[in-house]
């Protein structure tokens, strides 16, 4: 395993015990992650983060697989939560792809089958709509409204 690979492995494993300062302690102060529901940059990251941790009690993170392709890490895990708007089980797996920038997190690109989990955690409405690009626009602005306002929230504390 290279130190990237194990860098990566420890990333997911503060993940998984719901660890924040050394997740964030893992990003460059000028990281971007982007999914396809989010393109954020520090801090929203770790804010995006915590809201996530916190809003998702029961979520388990599982490393599935980590490997250097083309001089990036890339990790293969599972997130498995219930979806708070909804209160449907959502079991995502997710490929995660990572550049550094002084032995830091400095890109996060995610990918996930949008469909798959918007069936998951929408139910009949994500089944019958989570192609289109009106559901996919309309989850992205509720999302980046959510950490707007968590992010509001934990600075005014």
Not at 27 to 55: C, G, N, V
Request: proline share 3%; hydrophobic share 35%; charged share 20%.
């Amino acid at each position: 395993m290279t130190t990237q690979e194990e860098f990566i492995t420890n990333f997911y494993h503060a993940f998984a015990q719901k660890d924040t300062q050394s997740m964030e302690a893992c990003y460059h102060p000028k990281a971007t992650f982007r999914d396809p529901i989010f393109y954020l940059k520090q801090p929203s990251i770790m804010d995006m983060w915590r809201m996530l941790i916190e809003r998702g009690a029961d979520m388990k993170i599982e490393l599935l697989k980590v490997r250097t392709r083309n001089n990036k890490v890339e990790a293969t895990w599972k997130a498995s939560y219930t979806f708070g708007s909804t209160g449907l089980p959502v079991v995502n797996t997710i490929t995660s792809t990572f550049s550094f920038s002084e032995n830091k997190i400095y890109q996060q690109n995610d990918h996930f089958d949008f469909y798959k989990w918007a069936s998951q955690s929408l139910g009949l409405k994500g089944k019958l709509l989570g192609w289109s690009s009106f559901l996919q626009n309309s989850v992205r602005k509720q999302a980046m409204q959510r950490l707007e306002s968590y992010s509001q929230t934990i600075q005014a504390n």
